[in-house]
């Protein structure tokens, strides 16, 4: 079960961040971005460590669950990390032939190694404990303003989420084809570059078929419940800030001004 569990999953639970209103979680992730990305020292990594962690702790969700739906991206860390480790100049630590490893490679690859994970926790604490309507309201609450210049803010919203709803999806597909391709003796582990490339094409073409008929159901299904662009549409529930959400909205604040202090003083 944990396998099939992949950041665009909504899993439901009993908890504080599930009560939150969709709108305050968006915009502490709006918040936390930047104070993630600008964090240069080991002050402000620990506040921001630590509001992600009770975050994930809050959400009432086992870390290992975290851990099964980040584990397919943790192989393009790694790349990423050994990319910013050989290519990053200054001081050499080790020096064997051409291949150097500095200090400030390894520096750089720690920070932009934990910027990339606390960002990958953060999406998938919001869609772990927002349901998509709920995510589609909080979107089109927050890009009402663009209303005013005629943009199509519910189908831009709605699209929005369509497309973080598919990223699951896109997982099970991919899943279920390696297992059936496995089955038939596919091995996408051995060989020179050039035939693993070759191996994928059989995998990458039912993927895309399967894809494509996903969305086209999804448009069928659609077409079925009288969807129509531009129509008004009522809601079943209406979105209110509590006291929770806005001490939430509060803290967030808080920890980006702080970090933003830090690096001008």
């Not at 964090?39 to 009770?54: I, K, M, P, Q």
């Not at 500095?102 to 520096?107: A, F, K, N, Q, R």
């Not at 894809?211 to 209406?238: H, K, N, P, T, W």
């Not at 967030?252 to 702080?258: D, G």
Request: aromatic fraction near 8%; proline fraction near 5%; include cysteine.
């Amino acid at each position: 079960m944990m396998d099939n569990i992949s950041i665009g999953q909504y899993l439901p639970a009993c908890s504080m961040v599930h009560r939150l209103d969709p709108r305050a979680k968006l915009i502490c992730i709006a918040l936390e971005v930047p104070a993630v990305l600008m964090t240069f020292n080991l002050l402000s990594l620990a506040l921001v460590s630590a509001w992600t962690l009770l975050a994930v702790i809050l959400s009432g969700i086992k870390p290992r669950v975290y851990w099964h739906s980040l584990k397919p991206l943790w192989v393009l860390l790694l790349i990423s990390f050994i990319l910013q480790v050989f290519f990053t100049p200054g001081e050499p630590l080790i020096a064997v032939g051409i291949v150097t490893i500095s200090h400030e490679g390894i520096v750089h690859s720690g920070w932009l190694l934990w910027r990339i994970s606390v960002l990958l926790l953060l999406a998938a604490v919001l869609t772990f404990s927002t349901t998509p309507l709920q995510l589609t309201m909080a979107l089109e609450w927050l890009l009402s303003p663009l209303r005013r210049l005629r943009i199509p803010v519910q189908e831009l919203a709605m699209i929005i989420n369509l497309a973080l709803r598919f990223v699951p999806t896109l997982f099970d597909e991919a899943r279920l084809l390696l297992l059936a391709q496995r089955s038939r003796g596919a091995d996408f582990t051995s060989g020179s570059i050039k035939e693993r490339v070759n191996r994928l094409v059989p995998f990458m073409v039912p993927l895309l078929t399967n894809i494509f008929s996903r969305a086209d159901e999804l448009a069928q299904a659609m077409e079925i419940r009288c969807y129509q662009v531009g129509a008004i549409r009522s809601r079943m529930r209406v979105l209110r800030f509590e006291s929770a959400d806005y001490a939430v909205l509060l803290v967030s604040l808080a920890i980006l001004v702080t970090v933003v202090a830090m690096i001008i003083f």
